[in-house]
């Protein structure tokens, strides 16, 4: 709970430091923190804005010990700026020692390319950390500012901490990525920015572009005391040309840069998750809400189990590991984790509420535009899991129809009426279990043998209309067809396909439409909303069915479900997931094929969600190959369970990533292989085999 309680009041008895690193070297902008801003090196504003920032003690430059550096360091003697003069390339290292000589308690890390730091928002992030009581506090993760605005609060004890055990060079160069990382150690807050779209501005000093953006940017502000950011979003509304002026530039290309060149470390403990689990089964089944994130569906005693956060398409585990993640929580995440769209639409939407006690006009605004994407969609109704969907599509069925029977070709949820039919049934009554008919993908004669052995008793068939395999030609409308010619529906579940092959899912992209249709998983970026869909006549019948519940209405997941679909459209979201998917798919097959491994894995399915299949080995039993490859991709920084999920926010460099660590895992495995010691490599720890609902998986 945040009170201003004795705590609060300790804290502000500490020493508070602004520490701003400078230094010349720079590979796109040398000398760049002395470069002239009207009349004034760069740094003379940086130390202006931490001096003028409510809260801060003292204020000290961290330079190199380099010659380059001289500069630097007269600059604060002649200026009576305290600075410290440390290591060049760790900067970790570096700022450590400034701490001690500083004698600080808290530090806030500023940077000397930032010239139009705001002191009312650095002074914000200070309370922030203090009255949370965090070990870290920051304004940049997710960045919801101008980048430029960048501050960072953190405890002496949390950075020494850092500097002493971080051993990756990006942790060490970029001094507080070991400290983010490590949300289950140290406690981080975020200062969200109050106006929506600033992360989109860029004011930091990275390049001559930059220079020119910030010169034009200081001759028009006042000169006299550092400006509020509002003053620079005031001249850049007036004359917005001028963003122009450096309109290309990423942000955190710096980061970025040093990520992809660090060497590979397959050294990555478990150790808390490992602990946490036992914790967890004391209180949970299996110690976790779905099957498919569970310890089960993981390399035993090899894998992380629990993480922090998200970012992009990256995500972190408890023990601080980092990971470019390939599970994208088994498929919500198609635009990436904290999309700044849709986190600002659930903000908004929080604002007003969550659950209402009637309906809001957010029901019918994502309706419309279901009905506008959706070749089937004529109406609409909401659930909660893709299971809700599948559900209410089949009850409907058996409405419409007035018969039992069902025709399965997937997974389509953990109801009685699927999950019956296949092995993992306990505790399905048999009589329901009787009525649902599994039925291979791609047979359209064993379809037609089931609705001939049970005349006029097929209320539907529901298939997943690609999984691993494509559809072959003419199948999906044959199958149509056929259901038809023996009165029972054609139902679609799209809970994977949908928002992925296209936003108006598989129908779109293949040209065939059925009667229902369910999506669920990407429609929400992560928030729990899915939806059956389709002809107005049987749609209708919802109001003569039982399909109800508290939360199918829920405000923050339909906001959230219109800001994705909007960004998928605008930002031709599925284009991307087919053409870094495609690539991905390309380049791993050719890597194992290169390693002679193609006789005991393989990649199905369609680039979107590429599958892993293995095969057994003269030496080693397919499961084994899986639980070995699996275990040194996660080694290797890569979180993946069963298939490629890419999503929007998978970068070249995540993309790059996942290749290396392939490279790393397949070597392990054609070495295992080829000694034939793959078993005394896993023991007995090996991923058991669970129930199959995919033919290839
Ligand atoms: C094709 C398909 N249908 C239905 C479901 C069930 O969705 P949920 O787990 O959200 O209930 C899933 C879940 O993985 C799925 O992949």
Redesign the pocket.
């Known amino acids: 709970m945040l009170t201003h309680d004795a705590k609060t009041v300790a804290i502000s008895d500490m020493k508070t430091v602004a520490i701003i690193q400078a230094r010349m070297g720079s590979t796109r902008l040398p000398g760049k923190v002395l470069a002239d801003l009207r009349g004034q090196p760069v740094l003379a504003w940086v130390v202006c804005a931490a001096q003028a920032t409510f809260g801060v003690d003292a204020v000290w430059v961290a330079t190199s010990v380099a010659a380059s550096d001289d500069a630097v360091a007269e600059w604060c003697k002649s200026n009576n700026v305290a600075a410290h003069r440390g290591s060049e390339a760790d900067v970790l290292d570096r700022y450590a020692g400034a701490v001690k000589a500083s004698g600080a308690d808290v530090v806030i890390r500023l940077t000397a390319d930032c010239p139009l730091l705001d002191p009312a928002v650095i002074a914000q992030t200070i309370r922030l950390r203090a009255v949370t009581g965090a070990d870290y506090a920051s304004n940049i993760d997710p960045a919801t500012w101008p980048d430029g605005l960048d501050c960072e609060v953190v405890t002496a004890e949390t950075l020494l901490a850092a500097a002493k055990e971080a051993t990756r060079a990006s942790d060490r160069e970029h001094v507080t990525p070991f400290v983010r990382n490590n949300r289950a150690r140290f406690s981080a807050e975020n200062l969200v920015a109050p106006l929506p779209g600033l992360a989109a501005e860029r004011w930091t000093l990275d390049t001559p572009e930059d220079l020119a953006l910030l010169e034009a940017l200081a001759g028009r502000l006042p000169g006299d005391r550092p400006p509020s950011y509002l003053e620079v979003l005031a001249i850049l509304d007036r004359e917005p040309q001028l963003r122009v002026l450096n309109k290309r530039e990423e942000r955190n290309a710096g980061f970025a840069l040093s990520l992809s060149t660090e060497k590979l470390d397959t050294s990555r403990r478990y150790d808390r998750s490992q602990h946490l689990i036992d914790r967890a089964e004391r209180v949970i089944p299996l110690g976790s809400q779905t099957f498919s994130k569970s310890k089960t569906q993981l390399p035993p005693g090899a894998a992380p189990l629990f993480v922090t956060h998200g970012d992009g398409g990256k995500v972190y585990d408890v023990d601080g590991n980092q990971y470019v993640d390939l599970v994208s929580a ?1 498929l919500p995440n198609v635009l990436g984790y904290r999309d700044p769209d849709v986190d600002l639409a659930i903000r908004r939407q929080l604002n007003r509420g969550i659950s209402f006690s009637l309906p809001t006009t957010l029901e019918m605004e994502l309706a419309e535009r279901l009905t506008r994407h959706i070749p089937c969609a004529e109406m609409v109704r909401f659930g909660k ?4 969907a ?1 559900s209410a599509a089949v009850r409907l069925a058996r409405a419409a129809t007035r018969r039992d029977r069902l025709i399965m070709l ?5 109801q009685d009426w699927y999950i019956g039919a296949t092995t993992r049934n306990l505790g399905v009554p048999a009589a329901v279990s009787a009525l649902s008919h599994l039925a291979p993908y791609g047979d359209l004669n064993a379809v037609e043998a089931l609705l001939k052995k049970f005349p006029n008793e097929f209320a539907a068939l529901i298939l ?1 209309p690609m999984n691993t395999a494509e559809p072959p030609a003419g199948y999906l409308q044959q199958l149509k067809d056929l259901v038809h010619r023996h009165g029972a529906l054609l139902i679609f ?1 799209e ?2 396909t949908g928002f992925r092959w296209s936003i108006g899912g598989a129908q779109a992209r293949y040209g065939v439409n059925p009667d229902l249709a ?1 999506f ?2 990407a429609m929400g970026n992560g928030m729990p909303i ?1 939806a059956v869909v389709g002809r107005a006549d049987v749609m209708r019948l919802m109001e003569d069915i039982f399909f109800s519940g508290t939360f199918g209405g829920e405000a923050l997941s339909l906001a959230a479900a219109i800001a994705t679909i909007d960004k998928l459209e605008r930002e031709k979201v599925t284009d991307r997931l087919w053409a870094v998917g495609g690539e991905l798919m390309q380049q791993v097959r050719a890597r194992v094929a290169a390693a002679k491994l193609d006789d005991v894995v393989g990649l199905v399915g369609a680039a979107p969600w590429a599958i892993l299949t293995y095969k057994d080995h003269a030496t080693a039993s397919k499961e084994a190959v899986k639980t070995l490859l699996l275990r040194e991709l996660i080694a290797a920084g890569v979180l993946i369970n069963a298939s490629h999920n890419v999503c929007f926010a998978h970068s070249a460099g995540d993309i790059a990533h996942v290749l290396t660590a392939y490279d790393h895992a397949l070597g392990v495995l054609r070495e295992a292989l080829d000694r034939g010691d793959i078993e005394r490599r896993l023991g007995n720890q090996v991923i058991r085999p669970v129930f199959s609902v995919r033919a290839a998986s």
Do not use: F, P, V
């Open positions: 088994l899991n893709g299971t809700d599948t997937g997974y389509h949820g953990w997943e579940d809970i994977i369910c669920g998983k899915s």
